[in-house]
């Protein structure tokens, strides 16, 4: 019995380290994707760059395993996190600040995935969880009441924030429903995407890359591609497999105060009551549906 607690504990300890990883890796996603926004690079651009070269970078595995990946339930899949997904996100960072997309991206995934997953992956949720879950869904409906309020046309970027959350919480409960490896979800989310985007993308060929250093482009490619795509999503695979769709979903609360720590420096974003106000709401939802339930 000790000898089985000690490989739980250990497979628990792996699970919390890759959550760590993609944590951090999500975290500058949010502020280089920002960045990428301000420097001119346009949504199809964006798009072309993190698939185009991870396309390219993994073409010989994705060739490999081209019987895994080209079935019915991995092209859904593919989809839902990488195109649907992707196109949501990049759409949003084009207008609204990176404080917003690190408040409402993985604030609002926890919500989104703990539904899904009771409704659909039969998960049950404790009253921890429930609790923190709706302190974490105040802090959203402020932050979202503010800015349909103001006068800065934030709404179109936070709706878009809104619907990839919709959109990644599908990918994340179909991911541990139908088991699929992570290595094999991600070739699958990289193939579906660029196979798919491609032809759109280049009737938009003409007005590529326009007025953005390559610099910024090498940066962009390196990250979307390597450490966001291949990186990111197999260690969030692996933490879903381990630790379940719920709980790695709390976990990703963590990331809107890493994000918004160096947003607001980084590209001179302001502080909103709202801003002040979700934030603090998600890290006490946080703390209540992933602290309070450890024994």
């Not at 970078?57 to 019915?72: D, E, L, S």
Request: hydrophobic share 55%; charged share 10%; net charge positive.
């Amino acid at each position: 019995m000790k000898f089985r607690s000690l490989l739980g504990h250990e497979n628990m300890m792996k699970g919390y380290f890759f959550a760590v990883i993609s944590i951090l890796i999500w975290t500058g996603f949010i502020l280089i994707s920002r960045a990428g926004a301000l420097a001119s690079l346009s949504l199809p651009d964006m798009m072309m760059v993190r698939f185009g070269t991870a396309f390219f970078v993994f073409f010989p595995f994705i060739w490999v395993q081209r019987k895994v990946i080209f079935q019915r339930k991995m092209l859904l899949l593919g989809s839902m996190g990488g195109l649907a997904y992707s196109l949501s996100v990049f759409n949003g960072f084009q207008s609204a600040p990176a404080t917003h997309a690190a408040l409402l991206l993985p604030g609002l995934m926890p919500i989104v995935i703990a539904v899904l997953a009771y409704f659909v992956a039969g998960e049950r949720h404790s009253r921890f969880s429930w609790m923190g879950i709706g302190i974490s869904s105040l802090g959203i409906l402020i932050l979202l009441f503010e800015t349909l309020l103001s006068s800065a046309s934030y709404w179109v970027g936070d709706i878009s924030f809104v619907v990839a959350c919709l959109f990644w919480g599908v990918f994340t409960v179909l991911l541990r429903r139908w088991k699929f490896p992570p290595w094999h979800a991600t070739l699958g989310v990289i193939t579906t995407t660029t196979l798919v985007f491609t032809p759109y993308y280049f009737t938009q060929l003409p007005q590529a890359f326009q007025g953005v250093p390559y610099e910024m482009i090498a940066l962009q490619a390196f990250y979307q591609a390597i450490m966001a795509i291949a990186v990111q999503f197999v260690c969030y695979g692996k933490a879903v497999h381990i630790l379940g769709a719920t709980k790695m979903g709390a976990l990703m609360a963590i990331v809107p105060l890493l994000a918004s720590m160096f947003a607001i420096p980084l590209f001179d974003e302001k502080i909103t009551a709202g801003l002040v106000i979700a934030l603090a709401c998600i890290c006490v939802g946080t703390i209540i549906g992933n602290v309070l339930p450890i024994r």
